[in-house]
């Protein structure tokens, strides 16, 4: 509950306070000004970073690895991106923070960590991080994950022709009728 708070009544407060002491400074319309331009320069910002996160996500994906890393930097693209389309000069500032490389990417990492403390996602790797070491958790859970035992033990019926015992496989034949 307190951080749907800040959310919806405090940041909007605050924004509020900073956008009027600062429009007393230096004048509605250059505050407007300012206020547009952070969001046309944002919005650019944010288109560029995207393709760059989409393009190296397909790169991983054609490599065959998961690419944890640059889904979670999406999500703090997004994130970052609507905090420029908010107006106000607090939420630009941290947009913007979501935007710089270097920024989103110590975030990303703050997240994943957080992630792997709290749950052990399947799709943080071993270095703490997200799609590290072939984006696999470091072994089973205890009592057992059937999904990643499937995918990570050799012979296990994930496609290397192997089959278990009891699993989910069926076997037929077909006939291509044309």
């Known amino acids: 509950m ?3 708070f800040l959310l919806f ?3 909007p407060i605050i924004e509020i306070a900073v956008l009027l002491r600062v429009g007393s400074s230096i004048g509605w319309f250059t505050t407007l000004v300012v206020v547009i331009t952070t969001a046309a320069l944002g919005t650019w ?3 560029q970073q995207g393709m760059k996160t989409l393009q190296t996500a397909r790169a991983r994906m054609g490599a065959g690895q998961l690419p944890a890393n640059e889904m979670l930097e999406g999500v703090v693209l997004l994130f970052g991106g609507a905090m420029l389309l908010t107006p106000g000069f ?3 500032a941290t947009g913007f923070l979501c935007l710089l490389p270097a920024s989103r990417r110590w975030i990303a990492h703050r997240i994943a960590r957080q992630v792997r403390v709290r749950g052990g996602n399947a799709a943080f790797g071993r270095d703490g991080g997200p799609g590290g070491a072939g984006g696999a958790a470091p072994g089973p859970r205890p009592g057992g994950d059937r999904m990643n035992e499937r995918f990570e033990k ?3 019926s994930g496609g290397t022709g192997g089959r278990r015992k009891g699993g989910d496989v069926i076997d037929g034949e077909y ?3 044309d």
Do not use: K, N, Q
Request: proline share 11%; no cysteine; aromatic share 0%.
């Open 9 to 11: 009544v405090a940041v």
């Open 2 to 4: 307190p951080i749907l």
């Open 45 to 47: 910002m944010l288109r």
């Open 154 to 156: 050799p012979g296990a």
């Open 175 to 177: 006939e291509r009728i």
């Open 90 to 92: 607090l939420t630009d």
